[in-house]
T-cell receptor
């Protein structure tokens, strides 16, 4: 089946530094990818929709300058958390929906646990 | 309008029993309703999904019941097993490519 791969699975960074998280669709082309944030024992909160070749669409309340999204190719989207602070510590998950036909299944990456110290 | 309400928040079931999780939505434009299973530290994985043109879909031990008029759908896990212990999320979206709106999640514990 289709696979979405996310890297790294865990990252610890110092406060004030930036962290890049990669999301790759391994066996299909994804014109659209989605980035979610999940707090412990909470649901997935959509942060932004990543569009290949154009600007990302951010959900209300999400700082676009803090969470930079780049979707440079049909198989790769990146989320950069800039000037990270402890409150940015969270579980970040990407997903992609396979386009075409009846394929509406959304595949999720394995998630990235970000800890800012 | 965009919310998907899920209940219960947590559920304890004995092995072999039936687990039932319910979701309700408001936006009648939603036309795709998946259920996801998530284990700690992992991304969600699709269990089963339904479209509003059918009232029920079954895959193995998992069944979705869909009530379009009530704007509700539910997940039934038959013969629940300890390995089913996880958090379950319902979701909804519009169309084939739109973002998924997730319910609040249900933590299921199945005891031997």
């Amino acid at each position: 089946g289709a696979v979405v791969s996310q890297h790294p699975s865990r990252v610890i960074c110092k406060s004030g530094t930036s962290v890049k998280i990669e999301c790759r669709s391994l066996d299909f082309q994804a014109t659209t990818m989605f980035w979610y944030r999940q707090f412990p024992k909470k649901s997935l909160m959509l942060m932004a929709t990543s569009n290949e070749g154009s600007k990302a669409t951010y959900e209300q309340g999400v700082e676009k300058d803090k969470f930079l999204i780049n979707h440079a190719s049909l198989t790769l989207s990146t989320l950069t958390v800039t000037s990270a602070h402890p409150e940015d510590s969270s579980f970040y998950i990407c997903s992609a929906r396979r386009p075409g036909g009846g394929g509406t299944e959304a595949f999720f990456g394995q998630g990235t646990r970000l800890t800012v110290v | 309008q965009q919310q998907v309400k899920q209940s219960p928040q947590s559920l304890i079931v004995q092995k072999g029993g039936i687990s039932i999780i319910n979701c309700a939505y408001e936006n009648t434009a939603f036309d795709y309703f998946p259920w996801y299973q998530q284990f700690p530290g992992k991304g969600p994985a699709l269990l089963i999904a339904i479209r509003p043109d059918v009232s029920e879909k079954k895959e193995g031990r998992f069944t979705i019941s869909f009530n379009k008029s009530a704007k509700q759908f539910s997940l039934h896990i038959m013969d629940s097993q300890p390995g089913d212990s996880a958090t379950y999320f319902c979701a909804a979206s519009i169309g084939n490519t739109d973002k998924l709106i997730f319910g609040t999640g249900t933590r299921l514990q199945v005891f031997p």
